[in-house]
């Protein structure tokens, strides 16, 4: 059978603990950062987003944090829920007039009852 | 359902044969995206349109790969003389100029090349 997510880093995590999943960009020239959730058979979803003057950003249970200085995102999940089991994607956008987000490639998220 | 829609949802052909997909995004957004998506792996950008317009195409979408929103509605992804390269998920986005940089995605289109 396939192999699901071969290559992709796993952070495991109990229930009711804090995650933290972390996101390096190379693009000095973007502005604007998302991070997306996609379950199996389904199509990302949005999580949260900051734009490059900002440094963090807080919605429901989630938290995002943007490190321009060294390149670096990261996504907060508080308490985490067996619900929240899924890859999460990082995403960014230059600054130059592009509309096309470019994805990182991912980090499986376990979260363990 | 007022998300952004795709069919069909899977798709089986055998090599050197042409597909077509369909999205159809979220009414009343401007923009629409098609984006590659293989396993274990991140979205790819293929091309995006803003209204009927075809502003950006990645270096991905070789000359087998055509895209079209011919009335600024809902697009089209043909693929050409299908090779096994191709199999992946083909995802379909939409977003509103005034909603700035959130892409809404559809749940794909997943394609087998045999």
């Known amino acids: 059978g396939e192999s699901v997510g071969l290559h992709l880093p796993t952070l495991s995590v109990q229930e009711g603990d804090n995650s933290i999943i972390n996101c390096a960009y190379s693009?000095?020239?973007?502005?604007?950062f998302i991070w997306y959730k996609q379950e199996s058979g389904k199509g990302p979803q949005f999580i949260i987003d900051i734009r490059s003057n900002m440094d963090k950003r807080q919605g429901q249970r989630v938290t995002v944090l943007l490190n321009k200085t060294v390149k670096h995102l990261s996504l907060q999940i508080a308490a985490t829920q067996p619900g929240d089991s899924a890859v999460y994607f990082c995403a960014e956008k230059e600054g130059t007039g592009r509309r096309a987000l470019t994805f990182g490639s991912g980090t499986r998220l376990q979260v363990q009852p | 359902d007022t998300g952004v829609s795709q069919n069909p949802r899977h798709k089986i052909t055998k090599r050197g044969q042409n597909v077509t997909f369909r999205c159809d995004p979220i009414?009343?957004?401007?923009?629409l995206y098609w984006y590659r998506q293989t396993l274990g792996q991140g979205p790819e950008f293929l091309t995006y349109?803003?209204?009927?317009?075809?502003?950006?195409k990645s270096r991905l979408l070789s000359d087998r790969f055509s895209a079209e929103r011919p009335k600024g509605s809902f697009s089209t992804l043909e693929i050409q003389r299908t090779e096994q390269g191709d199999s992946a998920m083909y995802l379909c986005?939409?977003?509103?100029?005034?909603?700035?940089?959130?892409?809404?995605f559809g749940s794909g289109t997943q394609l087998s090349v045999l």
């Open positions: 986005a939409s977003s509103l100029d005034r909603q700035g940089d959130r892409l809404f």
């Open positions: 693009n000095s020239a973007s502005d604007y």
């Open positions: 009414s009343e957004h401007n923009r």
């Open positions: 349109f803003q209204n009927e317009a075809q502003l950006e």
